[in-house]
């Protein structure tokens, strides 16, 4: 199964992954996924990084499950998820939005986990990352993409960061007991 996390810019996304990554460390039917980017590495986000150049030749050569591009970027999830679905296991990704129904045509079991938060919570935690511009937090605060594919859970993070992380770990652990 693949378990996309998606959300707007700011919502937390990274953070509630790494609490429930902490919950399932050692778990071998769970793969928390580590996207690629064409952007360097920085704070708040571990992922691999690729030029564009390597990114357009390895998605020419079929080589991601998933692939996207937002904020200017280029996003994928790398072979290792195909592999893990496979496999009987669950892969753990912060997804895109707009991915949703590509995801779900590719994979046959996809659920959707969608972290919000308010735009002045946002807000404040994109400035504190310390990646964008002012005008690109308010392009990011801005965007809101039409998705037709309902979330099977929500999950608003304006708690403490260990609330939202067990709210998630909480949603894989059901969906390991019913894969079982």
Same mark, same amino acid.
């Given at each position: 199964?693949?378990?996309?996390?998606v959300?707007?810019? *700011?919502? *937390?996304?990274?953070?509630?992954?790494?609490? /429930?990554? @902490?919950?399932?460390? @050692?778990?071998?039917?769970?793969?928390?996924?580590?996207?690629?980017?064409?952007?360097? $590495? *920085?704070?708040?986000e571990?992922?691999?990084?690729?030029?564009?150049?390597?990114?357009? /030749?390895?998605?020419?050569?079929? %080589?991601?499950?998933?692939f996207?591009?937002?904020? @200017?970027?280029?996003?994928?999830?790398?072979?290792? +998820?195909?592999?893990?679905?496979?496999?009987?296991?669950?892969?753990? =990704?912060?997804?895109?939005?707009? $991915?949703?129904?590509?995801?779900?045509?590719?994979?046959?079991?996809?659920? +959707?986990?969608?972290? $919000?938060?308010?735009?002045?919570?946002?807000?404040?935690?994109?400035?504190?990352?310390?990646?964008?511009?002012?005008?690109?937090?308010?392009?990011?605060?801005? %965007?809101?993409?039409?998705?037709?594919?309902?979330?099977?859970? +929500?999950?608003?993070? +304006?708690?403490?960061?260990?609330? @939202?992380?067990?709210?998630?770990?909480?949603?894989? =652990?059901?969906?390991?007991?019913?894969?079982?």
């Amino acid at each position: 199964m693949l378990l996309l996390v998606v959300g707007p810019s *700011g919502a *937390g996304k990274d953070t509630l992954i790494d609490i /429930a990554r @902490g919950r399932f460390a @050692g778990e071998p039917r769970v793969l928390f996924a580590r996207r690629l980017v064409t952007r360097p $590495t *920085g704070a708040g986000e571990a992922h691999g990084t690729l030029s564009e150049a390597e990114f357009e /030749a390895l998605r020419a050569q079929g %080589r991601f499950p998933l692939f996207w591009q937002a904020h @200017g970027l280029c996003y994928a999830l790398g072979p290792e +998820v195909a592999q893990a679905i496979a496999e009987g296991g669950v892969v753990v =990704a912060n997804g895109s939005r707009a $991915t949703l129904p590509e995801a779900r045509a590719r994979f046959a079991r996809v659920r +959707v986990v969608e972290v $919000t938060a308010p735009v002045a919570v946002r807000a404040g935690r994109l400035a504190a990352r310390g990646r964008e511009s002012a005008a690109d937090i308010e392009e990011r605060l801005s %965007r809101a993409p039409e998705v037709d594919v309902a979330p099977d859970l +929500v999950i608003e993070n +304006v708690g403490t960061p260990a609330d @939202g992380g067990a709210k998630l770990g909480a949603f894989i =652990a059901a969906e390991l007991a019913a894969a079982e």
